[in-house]
């Protein structure tokens, strides 16, 4: 049988091939995965000292040094791909963030790296807020009445009864003071006044479900929710009046300025401030496409937003407190005791 001198050219490029395609040689360069801030979704910003931190779906930690800027992504090991929810630093160096499947993470230094302290696969279940002291307490909240806490600053972590049944924990907060409240669906507002030890139900004008609170510079708390409904209490969570919340969107996320305007944000970017701690409200920006979540004060005028179009910075100038009018000159002389002239 003669072999033609075109089969022998094939069998000798298909043997070549052959030993291209499994001979060892160097992998080609492909240039690291970059996580840009703004196409990725952002649910939770914290600050680690002067450092910014935000976490989000599928578990990215991204960090900023330069005030919201630049950032990059942070060290999470492992990566479950789990997305988080909340982030809440208890000092400069140790933070916490926690999120779906009960994940809660933990970093030691200021946010650069992150270490997995607790996972539930089977249970995929997510925890929703995180709040600590300054002591090394860290409590842990989410869906289906889970509430969980640390005594050794996010290290460990047991289970807590409380009263709320499966209703979904959206978010906890504390004043340092022993007091702490949690917002929940179908009106949950449960408050301790024993640093977590032991909670109480109580009764609010609302009964839908609440997103978050905030305990305000003066003392006063805020608890906010569906539909623009915001909730006050001058006496540490016992007691609830609702406030006007002037727009039709639900809330998620508030922060107060240093001058003492709160500002609330929400569904499809609703932007609302307030000046006199929460009782009244003005419409900064009446919403749009893009809902934003989270709302932290980074100083010097400006707010780190996050929500479904990632983390911004957006410049915010104060809205001056109207100045008290000038006595006039009767009253003046009245009060000095002096007759008019």
């Known amino acids: 049988m003669k ?30 995965t970059v996580v840009r801030a703004n196409n990725v979704q952002i649910n939770g910003i914290a600050k680690a000292g002067t450092r910014l931190v ?24 492992p990566d479950e791909g789990s ?13 916490i963030a926690v999120g779906h499947d009960g994940l809660i993470v933990r970093s030691e230094d200021g946010g650069e790296h992150w270490r997995e302290v607790r ?28 509430l969980f806490v640390s005594r050794d600053a996010g290290v460990t972590w047991s289970t807590v009864a409380t009263p709320a049944g499966d209703r979904h924990l959206n978010a906890i907060v504390g004043d340092g003071q022993g007091r702490l409240v949690i917002a929940g669906e179908s009106g949950t507002l449960l408050r301790s006044t024993d640093n977590g030890l032991t909670w109480q139900v109580r009764p609010v004008p609302y009964e839908g479900s609440l997103f978050g ?18 909730l006050r209490s001058t006496d540490h969570g016992d007691t609830w009046t609702s406030a006007d919340g002037t727009v039709n969107a639900s809330y998620f996320g508030a922060t107060q300025l240093a001058n003492g305007e709160l500002v609330l944000v929400g569904q499809g970017g609703a932007i609302v401030t307030s000046q006199d701690e929460g009782r009244t409200f003005a419409v ?17 005028g ?9 983390v911004s910075v957006a410049l915010r100038q104060p809205t001056a407190r109207p100045a008290a009018p000038a006595p006039s000159t009767a009253a003046s002389a009245s009060a000095s005791g002096a007759e008019p002239s």
Request: charged share 15%.
């Open 3 to 32: 072999t033609t001198i075109p089969g022998i050219s094939f069998s000798v490029v298909t043997l070549c091939a052959a030993l291209l395609a499994f001979s060892p040689r160097p992998l080609p360069a492909f240039a690291p």
């Open 54 to 77: 935000a976490v989000g779906e599928r578990g990215i930690i991204i960090v900023s040094d330069d005030g919201g800027t630049a950032w990059r992504q942070a060290e999470v090991s």
């Open 83 to 95: 997305s988080l929810t909340q982030v809440f630093f208890v000092s400069p160096r140790v933070g």
């Open 119 to 146: 996972f539930e696969r089977q249970r995929p279940d997510p925890l929703l807020s995180v709040w600590g002291n300054g002591d090394g307490q860290v409590f842990a909240a989410g869906s289906f009445g889970q």
């Open 213 to 230: 609170a905030l305990v305000l510079a003066n003392g006063d708390w805020i608890a906010y929710g569906m539909r623009g409904h915001v």
């Open 284 to 300: 900064q920006s009446a919403g749009g496409a893009q809902n934003l979540v989270t709302v932290l004060d980074i100083g010097r």
């Open 302 to 310: 400006k707010l780190a937003l996050g929500g479904d179009a990632g």
